[in-house]
């Protein structure tokens, strides 16, 4: 119950219904709030009670300083917490040992029970094997299945075991795509209150439902699972970025390239730990689905959210998408009398503002390995000759003349070459390059939730079928759109037959190449890039592009609309120039170029307005946790607990709360430390965590070698997420980390000093050797370190390889607060400085003191850094608010709650 200090309980009546609300009017200042921050006043006003949330609090938000830094630390409680498998499953893996730790410690294991409502949609699993085939679908999803068992059998008992929490079975969709077109409520009716819907998700792209009004941001594992419990998520007041949509896309751009604008503008202007929010004239003239790609891209632009306010387009779409016209009704009739409505003239007070003519956007992709490097199309070839350098071995000292020309790598036009003729399984052949397109890939939540653009690369399809035209033989071509409606308008409209003749059959309803479930190359053409050591690339329609993800063999990856991705698929080649050159020959055999084959608005408009409909929304999701024969035919134990099988590869029971008491041990401070790895700066999550391919070559590959486990059978590290002894082995293990102690290699390498001569060995092995020897770990990197997705195994692994505190220039939000959630210190160098200005090599000894600090309730603002080679510095500390201070003398947050829900 809230304390309700501003008289704020009231009554909406909406038709029959009656429902309480908490009126934003009465408090001071609310008016003039953005539409981000209203949703947030109005949910301390219904949550307040009188401890963790104040009237002090609520006034401090009511009287908001839009111009101030934020320093105000409040409680924000969700409304939901929505999930995706790879993350989800850690999620349940800790609340079921939660369980068993609350019986160890004498209290009643049913208080682990989530209370809020938690969905979770298993789309991350399935991995593009097969394609090109019609039968590629049911293909994939049996070898999912094939793989995932013991993972599907544990997440159908958390659907029994807990309540509040559902699990949309495989083959259904994406996560982000089932929340907007099914999950989302955008006003949430709970106990006879309406009240906005909020969320955190375990995916950094939950932002997607900022398209619909829904205020949400992706979250580590550790932090959902708080939020399922109970505890609000701490925070600072933000400011708040207002970005001024004016004018209209001009016909042949697509949302993609409205996304990717916006990410290179919010990215270059900076909206780390901001939220963004739309308004002016031009939000009315952005369709739903365009809000709903632009929201999901926030983590690219690195912001916490990127909200559109409630219009009649939200109505429209809801409406569409089948919910219910009560429900509709309430969102109308809520959000006009909360103040939460848009108004395109309004001008509301922001701390930054930002403004973007829709009619200046150009078709763009990015890459080759950033989401914010855009590219105009039309120089993309031009700037893929300049790029492909980094990517081509001695290329560094190509050109100079001090060198020998046989030093330098061919080159065609000043564009590195080294064509290599590839004998295809019917014995024709084919020649490839660098450049060479080798995945050509529709899929990920950002655009396959768009119909605009699905359509748009469907008629790109038929267009190039009618000319004659197909993929060129080198690609890999799939369809993975984010639910089934998608397939239905497809076939609705006599598309299908068009996308399967060019190649894009669908393989599968989830999120695979974007998240590294891209599958193998066809072998000759794996064989040929890695024998030598071609800079193949990847042109899909996801949101990530990071170096090492798409696929082993690849690597540069460009983000394109899925129109374009057809037509890459149809050119073979980044030395293409899509805009100008021929993509191929018809039938008579003329040129045929992309303004050919590329759809007009009109033909686009007219397929979505015919062939989608609310009927089809009502098929796919009329019984969504039902699932199909094969969920339900799963065997799963009963019982609140869960009965662990000791020779399970996938679910273990994690280690963190062994040895626990009800009584916290007090912080200490770090002596004698050794530096597990110097990194650059824009370290991602994805560098951290483990994700991808396993390799046999590998500490997880032989850990899973040695139980048993043959090779076609390891899956990827998101798959084994429940398993913490392959994550712990595969934690800064990708491809493409450079860890600057040990010069010369990629990969998970560092060097040991615990052994004679400190030589190269595995980041795992090492760690192993330190902890045996009882010496802490720390890890030294640049800025934006662990930008990127939320990744709990990207503070879970660098907890458990035995790192006490991260030294960094810069972090970005998730990881920073995950760190704490593990009971890992975060610290900043000061201002100005940096491992290299300081003249830091990793190959020192490290103590770090003041951390004790902690202990009497207060927070340092610095500790002292010295080595033993004589650097001395005053680190910041990472700790922002009192509540993450809290979660680090327990700890970690999971040991802080347990603590807590007992003592209850």
């Not at 593990?822 to 103590?847: I, K, N």
Request: proline fraction near 5%; glycine fraction near 10%; charged fraction near 20%.
């Amino acid at each position: 119950m809230s304390a309700n200090s501003f008289d704020a309980r009231s009554t909406l009546q909406v038709g029959d219904e009656s429902y309480e609300i908490f009126r934003l009017d009465k408090v001071e200042g609310a008016a003039r709030l953005p539409y981000s921050l209203k949703v947030l006043l109005e949910n301390l006003l219904r949550t307040e009670d009188g401890a963790n949330i104040t009237a002090d609090h609520i006034r401090a938000l009511g009287g908001w300083d839009s111009q101030a830094q934020p320093s105000q630390e409040i409680q924000f409680t969700p409304a939901r917490v929505i999930m995706q498998d790879f993350t989800g499953v850690p999620c349940v893996v800790d609340l079921a040992t939660m369980r068993e730790a609350v019986k160890e410690l004498g209290g009643d294991a049913d208080k682990i029970n989530p209370l809020a409502p938690a969905e979770l949609v298993i789309d991350h699993s399935v991995i593009a094997d097969k394609f090109g085939t019609k039968d590629a679908f049911g293909q994939n999803v049996e070898l999912e299945y094939g793989r995932n068992k013991e993972r599907y059998q544990f997440l159908r008992w958390g659907q029994t075991a807990f309540d509040e929490f559902k699990v949309v079975p495989p083959g259904t969709g994406i996560v982000h795509q089932v929340n907007i077109e099914h999950l989302a409520r955008t006003v949430m009716v709970r106990n006879g209150q309406a009240y906005p819907d909020t969320l955190v998700g375990t995916d950094s792209h939950t932002t997607m439902v900022n398209g619909l009004g829904v205020l949400g941001w992706g979250v580590g594992g550790i932090e959902a699972e708080a939020a399922m419990l109970g505890q609000p998520v701490s925070m600072l007041i933000p400011r708040v970025v207002g970005f001024k949509l004016t004018g209209e896309l001009k016909p042949g751009t697509t949302a993609t390239d409205l996304v990717l604008t916006i990410t290179e503008m919010l990215r270059k202007h900076g909206v780390v730990g901001k939220f963004v929010e739309f308004y002016g004239e031009g939000v009315a003239a952005t369709s739903l689905a365009n809000r709903a790609t632009i929201g999901n891209m926030s983590p690219e632009f690195g912001s916490t959210a990127a909200i559109f306010p409630i219009d009649d387009e939200t109505l429209n779409y809801l409406r569409l998408t089948g919910r219910d016209a009560q429900q509709v009704a309430l969102v109308e009739a809520y959000a006009k009398e909360q103040g939460l409505w848009l108004d395109p003239a309004a001008e509301p007070d922001f701390s930054e503002k930002l403004e973007l003519d829709l009619s200046t956007v150009v078709p763009s992709i990015a890459g080759p390995k950033r989401p914010q490097d855009r590219i105009v199309l039309a120089n993309a070839a031009q700037q893929f000759a300049v790029d492909v350098r980094n990517y081509v071995a001695d290329d560094e000292e190509a050109g100079k003349e001090s060198f020998p020309a046989s030093d330098a790598p061919a080159s065609a036009n000043g564009v590195p070459t080294n064509p290599v003729t590839v004998t295809a399984p019917d014995g024709s052949t084919y020649e490839i390059d660098h450049g060479a397109v080798t995945v050509a890939a529709i899929t990920s939540c950002t655009n396959t939730s768009n119909p605009y653009v699905m359509v748009a690369a469907a008629l790109v399809a038929k267009k190039a079928v009618e000319k004659g035209l197909t993929r060129k033989p080198w690609v890999k071509t799939t369809l993975a759109p984010g639910s089934k409606v998608v397939t239905d308008y497809f076939d609705k409209a006599g598309l299908t037959p068009y996308l399967d003749k060019v190649g894009f059959n669908l393989v599968g309803y989830g999120c695979t190449t974007c998240i590294g479930n891209s599958g193998p190359l066809p072998e000759e053409v794996s064989k040929a890039v890695n024998d030598h050591d071609l800079a193949v690339t990847s042109v899909l329609s996801g949101n990530r592009n990071f170096e090492g993800r798409i696929n082993p063999d690849v690597k540069m990856n460009y983000l394109a609309s899925p129109p374009l991705v057809v037509a890459y698929a149809l050119a073979g080649s980044m030395k293409v120039n899509i805009t100008e050159d021929a993509l191929g020959t018809d039938t008579e055999g003329n040129p045929v170029f992309l303004k050919d084959i590329w759809p007009t608005e009109a033909e686009v408009n007219d397929v979505v307005a015919n062939a989608i409909g609310e009927d089809m929304f009502n098929k796919s999701y009329q019984d969504v946790f039902a699932g199909d024969a094969q969920w339900q035919a799963l065997s799963i134990p009963t019982g609140n607990t869960f009965e662990w099988d000791a020779e399970s590869t996938y679910v273990r029971k994690p280690p963190y709360f062994e040895g626990m008491t009800m009584e916290t041990t007090p912080v200490s401070d770090i002596s004698g430390a050794r530096v597990l790895a110097k990194l650059g700066d824009s370290v991602t999550t994805d560098h951290i965590s483990p994700a991808g391919a396993i390799k046999a070559d590998t500490p997880a590959g032989q850990y899973l070698t040695e139980h048993g486990v043959e090779r076609r059978d390891f899956n990827s590290y998101g798959s084994r997420r429940g398993n913490h002894e392959v994550m712990i082995r595969g934690t800064f293990a990708n491809i493409r980390l450079r860890n600057q102690i040990a010069p010369g290699t990629e990969g998970g390498f560092t060097r040991d000093f615990t052994q004679d001569g400190a030589p190269v060995s595995f980041i795992y092995d090492a760690s192993q050797n330190y902890q045996a020897a009882g010496t802490p770990l720390v890890i030294l990197a640049g800025k934006e370190y662990g930008s990127g997705s939320s990744r709990d195994w990207a503070a879970k692994g660098t907890a458990l390889l035995g790192v006490k505190a991260v030294v960094a220039e810069s972090y970005e939000r998730i990881h920073r607060s995950n760190l704490i959630g593990m009971g890992v210190l975060p610290l900043q160098f000061p201002e100005g400085a940096s491992a290299e200005s300081l003249g830091l090599t990793g190959e020192e000894t490290f103590s770090i003191t003041g951390v004790t600090e902690l202990n009497d309730g207060t927070t340092p603002r610095t500790v002292k850094v010295t080595t033993d080679s004589g650097v001395e510095f005053d680190a910041v500390v990472r700790i922002d608010t009192p509540g993450e201070a809290d979660y680090y003398r327990n700890g970690g947050i999971m040991q802080y709650v347990l603590r807590s829900l007992i003592r209850k």
